[in-house]
């Protein structure tokens, strides 16, 4: 009678043929059924929440692709104050020993320069001390 229960079992005859087909019991088909399913499960999960890291890889992105515009604009600014002031150099003189005079600490033959002490910082209390 128990075979007569196991053959109106819902998919019963798929769990006779695997049994007979594989040489093993029918347990074991439902068996591999069930860890069938939990890995398909498993596998959905795992799909799901990669799914999420791409969202937010793709947020991460976005935001660097905006920092990195916003980055080559003011690069553009700086690259074209200094084509200009390049320009400059090639064509105004005064502009070119203005530079040099500041930058490179040039003098013209016959000038005299005249460099002022520059008073050290003091701390309150070495500057008390010196009062003393």
Do not use: C
């Amino acid at each position: 009678m128990s075979d007569h229960n196991d053959n109106m079992g819902h998919g019963s005859k798929f769990r006779r043929i695997w049994g007979r087909f594989s040489g093993e019991s029918v347990d074991w088909a439902g068996k591999a059924v069930k860890a069938f399913v939990v890995l398909g499960l498993a596998a959905l999960i795992f799909y799901v929440l990669g799914a999420n890291d791409g969202f937010y890889r793709e947020n991460e992105l976005k935001n660097r692709k905006i920092a990195l515009e916003a980055e080559n604009l003011q690069l553009e600014e700086e690259n074209r104050q200094l084509t200009s002031r390049l320009e400059r150099f090639g064509q105004d003189p005064e502009f070119m020993e203005d530079e040099a005079r500041r930058k490179l600490r040039l003098v013209r033959p016959g000038e005299v320069i005249y460099r002022l002490a520059e008073e050290p910082d003091l701390s309150d209390n070495e500057a008390t001390e010196r009062l003393r």
